[in-house]
């Protein structure tokens, strides 16, 4: 069996004394692995590096081998995280958060706002509200979609600013008022656009932005999985508050 496609490195694990497993995010067959032989030379560590671009040929003789991958790079910017310590926190923390994907679970959707986004992470307030949303759409892949669109309690669009830790759905601010102890935060730059113009978020925002989509992260996909939510994502948020301001 063979097949060609696009993909991006997510992670590399070592196989014997010059070969590596190629863990990647690939346009058409979801997350796929498959050994690459020679993966600690030089000509290809480099290439190998999270956050790069490759053109993948997979070969095996049944699917359900792990298969052989022939490499070839086709985009670095691992490079370029070396200079920033959130820029390579937000790599490693959007590729360890698609282990929660199912192996060769197709998701075109995600892996275009994945190269989206490793394209333009590197501004502490850019790269948080990034990773909130990209991890928005994680949990709309893996089928925990929130709606945060309207208010459940009386419909309205305007003013929502609160989550049920539970339904996933909105509430406004003078609905959910009563409620506000058992509720989570909603974001201004996650609320639906109501013709304002909302101001960048802060830091706090951001911290906000977080907590909501790893509430759910952890409970409905990782805890589900026996597994935690990296913990290069609470450095992440450190960096981003520190550098953002605003708390």
Known sequence: MEWTDEAIVLGLRRQGESHAVLEAMTRERGRHLGLVRGARSQKLAAALQTGNRLRLVWRARLDEHLGIYAVEPIGFRAAGYMESPIALLAAQTLAALLRLVSERDPHPDLYAALDEVLDR??????????????????????????????????????????????????????????????????????????????????????????????????RHAAQERGRDLPETRDRLLALIQRDAGGG
């Open 121 to 218: 992470i590197g501004d502490p307030v850019e790269t948080g509200e990034l990773v909130v949303r990209f991890e928005l759409m994680l949990l709309e892949g893996l089928g925990i979609g929130l709606d945060l669109s309207t208010c459940a309690l009386t419909g309205a669009t305007r003013d929502l600013a609160w989550v049920s830790p539970k339904t996933g759905r909105a509430a406004s601010r003078a609905a959910g008022a009563p409620f506000a102890d058992r509720l989570l935060p909603l974001p201004a730059f996650l609320a639906p656009a109501d013709g304002s113009n909302h101001p960048p978020p802060d830091g706090a925002d951001l911290a906000a932005g977080f907590r909501l989509t790893g509430h759910f992260l952890a």
